[in-house]
Structure formats: structure tokens, C-alpha cells
């Protein structure tokens, strides 16, 4: 049973534009939340995090928002770049504090962004 | 600051053999955890270790196993290998593994079982 789901597969968006990545967890444990980017042939980047007692985290032109008691999270990439083309997964992980904590992944989104 | 450092990048085996992969941390990172990437599956967690120690463990057989060293360099090793172990194997290192801290990824070992 998935308990970190990205619905979307795919995201296509113009270059310029608002690009919005969705995650959506079912397990209430979870308290920490991030955001990586994964180019072919590399590993996952971490870009962003947000932890359960905010409801908002921004980095440049990446914001995440968590709804905790609709129990999901997005991602906001303002403006989109044709470079941001590349998988989004979503992970969490519960217990914030706990030592060897794992992370949950979805299975990613892709970004294509056009110019 | 030099990332996490897997090796081999590739590696070919058959069904039956076992094989042992490597992972150097980011320096300072005491906590070094495995993950296995499949088309069908997406990244499932495999264990975490810190000062040598396996603190946690995914829902994988005994055939995977690990170690970490006193330098906080670590290995993985999978023996008597299947088909299915035909994945991207990735390493990722965090400071000490406490909830909390976001964890770096290398670029993997690709593993090809034939």
C-alpha cells in the first residue's frame, strides 16, 4: 500500500509559467516532507523540506506548501525553466528527531518545461 | 564540498553470484542509508547505518545485507542473486540520520542481473 502518492505522472508547462508538482501521504506519522529532482543517470538532488509545524517553506523560486489535514503537499516552481525539466518525488519520513529515520518516496512526477 | 561517491557507476552479474557496492559518504556524514530504485516500485528504502551500527531496516530479504566502516565509508552486498535484484542501487549520507536532516543521494550502481 502507497503511502506517499504523486497522482501525475507527467507535468508539461511554458517556460515563464507556475509549474505545481502534488503529493498526497496517507500515513499521519509522518512529520517531515521534501522535495527532490532527479536527472537521468544522476541521483535524486534534494531541493526543498518542510516539517509538520509549518504550513509553508520557500527557497528562491521553490515553495512547498503542506495541508496536514488534507494530508498533502505541492510543490510551486515560479518561474519554470526549460533546466527544471527533470522527476519530482515527494518523500516523508516520520518521527521528526528519530536517528536512522527512512524516507517513503512516491514515484515521481516528470517536469517538462518548454520555451 | 565532494558529494556522495558510489562505485562501480555499472556492474553485470548473473542469476546466483553476489555482488558488494560502495559508498563514500560526504565528509563529516556519519549516516549513510540504501535505497533501491525499480521502474515498478520506485525507491524503496533497504537499511541506514551510523557508527557501524545497522539502526533500521526496510522490508527486504536477508540476502541484502550491509556494513559501514569506521570512516563512515559503507558497502552493500547481495548474494545469491535474482533477476528481480536488477535495479539502481543509491547511497545517501546525512550528518546523523535524525528525522529532520534531508539526505543527499549519489548517482547510484546500476545492476544488471542476466
Known amino acids: 500500500d502507497q503511502q506517499v502518492k504523486q497522482n501525475s505522472p507527467s507535468l508539461s508547462v511554458q517556460e515563464g509559467r507556475i509549474s505545481i508538482l502534488n503529493c498526497d501521504y496517507t500515513?499521519?506519522?509522518?512529520?517531515?516532507f521534501l522535495w527532490y529532482k532527479k536527472y537521468p543517470a544522476e541521483g535524486p538532488t534534494f531541493l526543498i523540506s518542510?516539517?509538520?509545524?509549518?504550513d509553508k517553506n520557500e527557497d528562491g523560486r521553490f515553495t512547498v506548501f503542506l495541508n496536514k489535514s488534507a494530508k498533502h503537499l505541492s510543490l510551486h516552481i515560479v518561474p519554470s525553466q526549460p533546466g527544471d525539466s527533470a522527476v519530482y518525488f515527494c518523500?516523508?519520513?516520520?518521527?521528526?528527531?528519530?536517528?536512522?529515520?527512512?524516507?517513503?518516496f512516491g514515484k515521481g512526477t516528470t517536469l517538462s518545461v518548454s520555451s | 564540498k565532494a558529494g556522495v561517491t558510489q562505485t562501480p557507476r555499472y556492474l553485470i552479474k548473473t542469476r546466483g553470484q553476489q555482488v558488494t557496492l560502495s559508498c563514500s559518504p560526504i565528509?563529516?556524514?556519519?549516516?549513510v542509508s540504501w535505497y533501491q530504485q525499480t521502474p515498478g516500485q520506485g525507491l524503496q528504502f533497504l537499511f541506514e547505518?551510523?557508527?557501524?551500527?545497522?539502526?533500521n531496516k526496510g522490508n527486504f530479504p536477508g540476502r541484502f545485507s550491509g556494513r559501514q566502516f569506521s570512516n563512515s565509508r559503507s558497502e552493500m552486498n547481495v548474494s545469491t542473486l535474482e533477476l528481480g535484484d536488477s535495479a539502481l542501487y543509491l547511497c545517501?549520507?546525512?550528518?546523523?540520520?535524525?528525522?529532520?536532516?534531508?539526505?543527499?543521494f549519489g548517482d547510484g550502481t546500476r545492476l544488471s542481473i542476466l
Open positions: 545517501a549520507s546525512s550528518p546523523t540520520g535524525t528525522g529532520g536532516q534531508p539526505q543527499h
Open positions: 500515513n499521519s506519522m509522518f512529520d517531515y
Open positions: 518542510i516539517s509538520s509545524i509549518k
Open positions: 565528509s563529516g556524514h556519519r549516516s
Open positions: 518523500a516523508a519520513s516520520p518521527t521528526l528527531y528519530q536517528a536512522g529515520t527512512a524516507l517513503i
Open positions: 547505518y551510523f557508527s557501524e551500527t545497522q539502526r
